[in-house]
């Protein structure tokens, strides 16, 4: 049965009225669709009592710290924390996957908790949408609380939980969000430390993003991005050989990873233009020097999952 998005956008903003009363709110907003949604509905409901707090921890996409900034700053209490160097610095010298993931969900937290303690909020609000405890735990929990590490307690507020990934779309749409937010594909939460393989360094980190941007800008010219559930560029810890004028050149080799999806359980890689897929190797080379040579991706999740850490 299709939602009534008017009257579902009327009573969650009742609810959460009626549930937080003078009391302050905080939200960690990614920029993805779900925390931009959850954001733009509390704001509606109880405008500055929300602050929406967003970290760039510096493995974020070209420009995306100012586009997110763009977008919000005008439309909700909105707040940028700039902790790349925290993160940096907390991920030196790590090269395991998993151990990046660690790293980088705590300190995530502590910046959280951090800020959390200067805004008064007794609320968390989060972005979490039925798939998200239908697949982990398949039980209702409305109210429940979060208990910081450092001993702050938030009560969580989850509006958008009954609804699925195109409902929640929808209401974004209707509050007014671009479809640059309402339809951007998926990031990890890690960000680009799980593209830049090995160890993570400021260096690597531009040439990764500065190869992706090219990718991006390419297949949303062609119009490829309507097809794919996300496409990336992932710099990989060997340094390959190559040849600039009559001199050998020593520079990374990167990998191009497009897939289609409808659920990332399970992805595969279509067929691509070979004239687009040549233009984005020419120009990754030519405009990222350090970059000396362009593979492409082909294999399905399974056996390979979509990211490469
Ligand atoms: P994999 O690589 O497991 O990815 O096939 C499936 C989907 O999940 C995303 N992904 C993550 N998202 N934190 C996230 O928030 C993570 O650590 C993480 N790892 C993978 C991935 O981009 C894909 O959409």
Redesign the pocket.
Known sequence: MMMDTEKFIEEAIKNIREEVKDEKVIIALSGGVDSSVASVLASEAIGDQLEAIFVDHGLLRKNEAKEVEETFKDKINFKLINAEDEFIKALDGITDPEKK?EVIGHKFIEVFEREARKSGATYLLQGTIAPDWIESKGNIKSHHNLTLPQGLELKIIEPLRELYKDEVREVGTQLGLPASIVHRQ?????GLA?RVLGNITKDKLEICREATAILTEHVEKEGLDEDL??YFVVLTDSKVTGVKGDQRDFGYLVVIRMVQ?FD??T?NVPDLPWPFLHKVSQEITANVPEITHVSLSLSN?PP??????
């Not at 390979?304 to 850490?309: L, M, N, W, Y």
């Open positions: 993931r998926p990031f990890p939460g890690p799980v559930w996300q999806s990332a359980m992805a999740k390979s999952t979509i990211e490469f850490e």
